[in-house]
């Protein structure tokens, strides 16, 4: 039984977008909504066929047989049988996939959400739902958005596909580039999303990591990938590279200074090298100034011993192409390492006056941290423990805890 629903849920996240776009493909009387139901009743039909019979010798040409099934019953119940496509639309190495120029179906498929009618924002929605197949509470999280604002989008373009007739063909070759731009920032946010998740050790969401890996590296290897690519490749191995060096003996949440850098991958930053000179060129993309920031980190002997300076440089070269608050963040903290501090605290508590900053924990931890490190407890408290009420990750918790004994034990010897 274990083994049959493992089975099921490998097949799940790797089908699961596949089959949803295959139906819309069978037939235009399919809208998203009936797609995912349908998709949905035959894994369950799967698991109770599986569990009495075993497995079939070939799981995915089952669940393809039984979702094609299942849509012609639909069809038939609603007596809608004018633009039925050809049977084989539902099965997998549809023909027409041959003479596209990526081999990667889910990269396939990832193009196909990037369609230009559908915003930005949408996109990644759908795409981390159907090609990642992200649950719903998950994506609101990646994207600092409700559950419930998730939800009522995805109602929004599930009606605007039916009704403007946007299906999730691959796109012909000619459209691949103009949609480039939005598939790297899909994947830069898949990517993130596994390597931030701080939810405790054994659910670091290494996956996810792998998955956004995996994706970029097909892209890479294709016709259509460029030096902007080989760029977020870079990023992405750079941070894959310190995944053991995150997190202690005890599943407790460290930081970049706290963190054994005997533990990082030297194989995977010698990569991330390889890819970052690789992507070399006259277009300066914001994946290069960030893998270049993330190559620093990574070569330095300590964290005392980090060319600072240098860093400061490349987030000033970043705002420019790529102004934002979380951007402005992490520069203040390279400016604070690197001896600026009146200018680091000036821009985090120009930050702390915005309504969203002023609710993000990331901000009140790094501003507890630069206090406690100046001798100022009072305010290091004060932080800490604002940040306390912002985050609800155990692990985001603990660490922050584990500062606030520190303010409180050192502030007790203060003369």
């Given at each position: 039984?274990d083994?049959v629903?493992?089975?099921?849920?490998?097949?799940y996240?790797?089908?699961?977008?596949?089959?949803?776009?295959?139906?819309?493909?069978?037939s235009?009387?399919?809208?998203?909504?009936?797609?995912e139901d349908?998709?949905?009743?035959?894994?369950?039909?799967?698991?109770?066929?599986?569990?009495?019979?075993?497995?079939?010798?070939?799981?995915?040409?089952?669940?393809?047989?039984?979702?094609k099934?299942?849509?012609?019953?639909?069809i038939?119940?609603?007596?809608?049988?004018?633009?039925?496509?050809?049977?084989?639309?539902?099965?997998?190495?549809?023909p027409?996939?041959?003479?596209?120029?990526?081999?990667?179906q889910?990269?396939?498929?990832?193009?196909?959400?990037?369609?230009?009618d559908?915003?930005?924002?949408?996109?990644v929605?759908?795409?981390?739902?159907?090609?990642?197949?992200?649950k719903?509470?998950?994506?609101?999280?990646?994207?600092?958005?409700?559950?419930?604002?998730?939800?009522?989008?995805?109602?929004?373009?599930?009606?605007?596909?039916?009704?403007?007739?946007?299906?999730?063909?691959?796109p012909?070759?000619?459209?691949l580039?103009?949609?480039i731009?939005?598939?790297?920032?899909?994947?830069?946010?898949?990517f993130?999303?596994?390597?931030?998740?701080?939810?405790?050790?054994?659910?670091?969401?290494?996956?996810?990591?792998?998955?956004?890996?995996?994706m970029?590296?097909?892209?890479?290897?294709?016709?259509?990938?460029n030096?902007?690519?080989?760029?977020l490749?870079?990023?992405?191995?750079?941070?894959?590279?310190?995944?053991?060096?995150?997190?202690?003996?005890?599943?407790?949440?460290?930081?970049l200074e706290?963190?054994?850098?005997?533990?990082?991958?030297r194989?995977?930053?010698?990569?991330?090298?390889?890819?970052l000179?690789?992507s070399r060129?006259?277009?300066?993309s914001?994946?290069?100034?960030?893998?270049?920031?993330?190559?620093i980190?990574?070569?330095?002997e300590?964290?005392?011993?980090?060319?600072?300076?240098?860093i400061?440089?490349?987030?000033?070269?970043?705002?420019?192409?790529?102004?934002?608050?979380?951007?402005?963040?992490?520069?203040?903290?390279?400016?604070?390492?690197?001896?600026?501090?009146?200018?680091a605290?000036?821009?985090?508590?120009k930050?702390?006056?915005?309504?969203?900053?002023?609710?993000?924990?990331?901000?009140?931890?790094?501003?507890?941290?630069?206090?406690?490190?100046e001798g100022?407890?009072?305010?290091?408290?004060?932080?800490f423990?604002?940040?306390?009420?912002?985050?609800s990750s155990p692990?985001?918790?603990?660490?922050?805890q584990?500062?606030?004994?520190?303010v409180?034990?050192?502030?007790?010897?203060?003369?």
């Amino acid at each position: 039984m274990d083994e049959v629903r493992l089975e099921a849920d490998q097949l799940y996240k790797s089908h699961f977008g596949k089959m949803i776009s295959s139906l819309l493909r069978f037939s235009n009387d399919i809208d998203l909504k009936t797609a995912e139901d349908l998709v949905q009743d035959s894994f369950s039909a799967a698991l109770t066929s599986w569990e009495k019979d075993g497995l079939p010798v070939n799981p995915a040409a089952w669940l393809f047989r039984v979702c094609k099934n299942k849509a012609l019953n639909k069809i038939k119940e609603s007596k809608k049988f004018s633009e039925l496509f050809v049977d084989e639309a539902v099965y997998p190495g549809d023909p027409v996939l041959a003479v596209f120029p990526l081999d990667d179906q889910q990269l396939i498929l990832l193009f196909a959400c990037a369609h230009p009618d559908l915003s930005p924002k949408v996109q990644v929605v759908i795409t981390l739902k159907y090609v990642v197949n992200l649950k719903v509470e998950a994506i609101a999280k990646i994207l600092g958005m409700t559950i419930d604002g998730i939800d009522k989008l995805l109602v929004r373009v599930r009606q605007k596909i039916k009704d403007e007739k946007i299906f999730f063909f691959e796109p012909v070759a000619e459209e691949l580039e103009s949609r480039i731009h939005i598939v790297h920032k899909i994947l830069y946010l898949i990517f993130n999303e596994g390597y931030k998740s701080s939810w405790g050790k054994e659910l670091i969401r290494e996956e996810l990591c792998e998955e956004g890996l995996l994706m970029t590296r097909a892209l890479l290897k294709s016709t259509i990938g460029n030096k902007e690519t080989s760029a977020l490749y870079a990023l992405m191995l750079f941070n894959a590279s310190r995944f053991k060096g995150r997190f202690g003996t005890h599943g407790e949440l460290l930081d970049l200074e706290e963190q054994d850098r005997a533990s990082w991958n030297r194989d995977l930053i010698g990569l991330a090298f390889y890819h970052l000179e690789l992507s070399r060129g006259e277009l300066i993309s914001a994946y290069h100034y960030e893998a270049s920031i993330a190559g620093i980190h990574c070569s330095a002997e300590s964290f005392a011993a980090t060319d600072w300076k240098a860093i400061t440089i490349l987030y000033t070269c970043l705002l420019k192409i790529n102004p934002n608050p979380f951007v402005e963040l992490n520069y203040a903290i390279a400016l604070y390492y690197s001896g600026q501090k009146n200018e680091a605290l000036a821009i985090l508590h120009k930050l702390e006056t915005e309504p969203f900053f002023s609710q993000y924990y990331l901000l009140h931890a790094s501003l507890g941290k630069i206090y406690f490190a100046e001798g100022n407890h009072i305010l290091a408290k004060k932080y800490f423990t604002d940040t306390l009420t912002l985050t609800s990750s155990p692990a985001e918790k603990g660490f922050i805890q584990r500062l606030l004994e520190k303010v409180i034990v050192t502030s007790r010897y203060d003369p």
